[in-house]
């Protein structure tokens, strides 16, 4: 995955603190989509378009009791969403259907690789959804996130972030607010910061024909030395950003 590109903009520690970020994000993203896929279908929920994302050859699938299975990957590596090679194996544990107020699920990695990096930590969802919403709303929170490439450099991740998902005869449509913070590879803090007013807005639509980033909303990017301002437009189903930091800003695409 290319996450930045070739540009004159930024400084290299400007761009690395900005790639470590995307790619650990798209790391644990990639982790939401597998967890939310298994567990829609080992609870025999209805409603969802299950995009099979654990079909190659090789995979155990073992459902040890009700609400909780692990999944263990062939040594080969299977490929998974977005084209990432996946290996290792995670626990996935819940109570309830997804798609009903009360709803919790866990998700526990220690021996899970993407691409070749390995990814750790505790993912836990909760269906937090009130009468009064007009959408279904989960807290997603991830404790001792961490990604460990294989030249030995580390990278950490915590999330707070709340999901607002709404279902309709068009799409299905997602919105997230919330935080995140860590140390990059770099061994800078960083902090990420999606406002309600300007929350990331994804539809399937968009996904189905390739394009996985938000089509709207605005992600602060904070470390030590620099605010990036992340801007994924107005709602056109493409790949592109606008980064701005410093007074200086490009427009990137994302591969």
């Not at 470590?20 to 829609?40: C, G, M, N, P, R």
């Not at 935080?179 to 999606?194: F, M």
Request: charge should be negative; glycine fraction near 10%; aromatic fraction near 10%.
């Amino acid at each position: 995955m290319t996450v930045f590109g070739k540009t004159q903009c930024f400084n290299e520690a400007e761009r690395s603190s900005y790639e470590t970020e995307q790619f650990i994000e798209s790391y644990f993203t990639t982790v939401d989509d597998l967890t939310e896929d298994l567990v829609d279908e080992y609870s025999s929920e209805v409603g969802r378009v299950h995009r099979n994302v654990l079909t190659c050859e090789g995979v155990t699938l073992e459902l040890t009791r009700a609400g909780r299975l692990e999944v263990t990957l062939p040594e080969a590596g299977c490929t998974g969403p977005y084209g990432y090679d996946l290996k290792g194996s995670f626990v996935v544990e819940w109570e309830g259907t997804r798609w009903q107020e009360g709803f919790i699920s866990y998700t526990v990695l220690n021996d899970f690789y993407i691409d070749g990096v390995q990814v750790k930590g505790a993912r836990i969802v909760e269906n937090i959804t009130t009468a009064q919403d007009t959408t279904l709303v989960y807290q997603v929170t991830v404790n001792d996130g961490e990604a460990i490439w294989p030249d030995g450099t580390t990278a950490t991740r915590n999330v707070n972030r709340k999901h607002f998902w709404y279902l309709d005869n068009n799409g299905l449509y997602l919105w997230i607010t919330g935080r995140t913070n860590g140390v990059n590879k770099n061994d800078v803090e960083y902090e990420t910061l999606i406002d309600e007013d300007q929350p990331l807005y994804l539809e399937s639509n968009c996904v189905v024909s390739g394009n996985y980033i938000p089509s709207s909303g605005i992600k602060t990017l904070s470390t030590e030395r620099n605010d990036f301002i992340i801007d994924y437009g107005n709602g056109s189903c493409d790949n592109k950003v606008i980064i701005s930091v410093g007074g200086r800003s490009a427009e990137l695409t994302i591969n």
